[in-house]
């Protein structure tokens, strides 16, 4: 068994027992940060023993949901240069490098947000192509915990928007996608 580590982001009813509701319902491998006297949003930081990551995010999930909170997100990791730098233990300019195509063999992802002074990347595209192209230490089980929590949190956003559609255009939407 591995230990995926990852992040999922939730909406909690107000209350006290719903901390040991995540416990209870199998959350005891996650520090969880809400305030459960307001409920609100909150983040649980995972560290899931597990056969795939995979496995361990959609159990997480379920368990989550059984306990009644709304699952928001999985933490598709959006990142600066500089903490694409960090996490590879690199030059900020070297992760500059490899964005402009400077240096490495070009295809860098491009910025899933672009701005002026800081864009932010999808770590899963970015430690995929590290990874692919040898430039790295990115671990192939850092490479699956992004993906998977790329995809995770891609379905739950698309889940909760379908929900503002009528039945037949939902339906329409999905036939028309999958």
Known sequence: MTVYSFELH??????????????????????????????????????????????????????????????TGASEDLVTLAEIAERTGRSFATADHWAAGRRGPGGFPAPKVRRPRVSLWSWAEVATWLHENRLAEVSPME???????????????????QRRLPAEDRARLCHAVS
């Open 10 to 71: 939730f909406t909690a009813p107000a209350g006290e027992e719903v901390i040991d509701a995540l416990y209870e319902a199998g959350w005891d491998d996650a520090t969880v940060s809400l305030d459960p006297g307001e409920g609100g949003p909150g983040v649980a930081a995972f560290d899931r023993e597990s056969s795939t990551a995979v496995e361990a995010v959609a159990s997480a999930i379920s368990q989550g949901r059984a306990a009644g909170v709304e699952i």
């Open 143 to 161: 490479v699956e915990v992004a993906r998977v929590c790329e995809v995770a949190d891609s379905l739950i956003r698309a889940h909760r928007l």
